[in-house]
C-alpha cells in the first residue's frame, strides 16, 4: 500500500489538505533505505506551491498526497508558509536534489532503479548521465511511456519485469503523483517518487538556476524568465501567498 508508514513519525503541517512533512534530505534518504529493507509500497511527493494550488481543487490529486508515505517540503514558499501556520520547518527538501542524491545512495547500496516518462530518450540520456557520475548504479529500466491510463498496466509490468527497488517518475504533477498512487503496489517497487523536470535537468534538456539564485529563494523567478510559457502556471504563486496570508487556505470541496 502506497500510504504505509514505517517507525518514523516526523511533524507534520497541513496545508492546503495537503500534509507536509518535516524531514531533512539525510533523513529522506535513510526513510528510503528502510523502505527498501522493509518492502512494501511507499510513494514519495515533492510538495511545491503549485502542487498545493492543484490539490486545493483536486480531489483526486489532494487524495493521492494524503495518502502519500512521505511529502517533502520543495520550494521556498512552503517553507514561508508553513512559518506563517507556527510551524518551522528544518529544510527545503528539492526532488531535483534528491534524484542525484539517491543515485549515488543507490550506487553505493546495490538498489535497481527504474527511471519513466519524460520525452522519449531522455530518461535514457540521464540515467547515462547518472551512472556514469555514480559507477555501480544499476539502472533497472527506462522508458518514456505515458500516463494514459490504458497504458498503466503494461507500464507496471514491465517496471515489475525490472525488478526495481525505486521507480522515478517523470510525467509532471499531478500526473506523475495520481500514477504511482494507482500503480505503485503493482510494479514491486518499494519506493516510488514524481520528479517532474528532473530527468530534464540532468540530461541538459533544461537548466536549473545557479545554487546563489536558489539560496535566495528566486528558482521560481529563474524558470519564470527562461520558460515564460510558465507564466499561466506561475500565476497561481501571488494566489497562494494571498490565500496563506488571509488563512483562506482551506480545500475547496
Ligand atoms: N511529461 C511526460 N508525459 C506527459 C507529461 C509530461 O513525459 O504526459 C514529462 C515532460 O517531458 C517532463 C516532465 O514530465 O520531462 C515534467 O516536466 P515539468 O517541468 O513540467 O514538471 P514540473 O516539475 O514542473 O511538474
Redesign the pocket.
Known sequence: MAGQRVGFEPDVVTLMGVPIHDVTMAETLALVSRWIAEGGAHQIATVNPEFLMLARRDATFRATLQRAALCIPDGIGVLWAARRRGKRLRERVAGSDLVPLLSAEAARHGWRVFYL???PG?AEKAAAILAERHPGLIVAGCY?G??APEEEAAISARVRAAQANILLV????P??DVWLGRNLARTGAAVGIGV??S??FIAGVSRRAPRWIQRLGLEWFYRLVREPWRWRRQLALPQFVWLILTGRDAPQY
Open positions: 516518462g519524460a520525452a531522455v518514456a505515458s500516463p517523470a510525467y509532471g504533477a500526473k506523475q517532474g523536470g530527468f530534464d
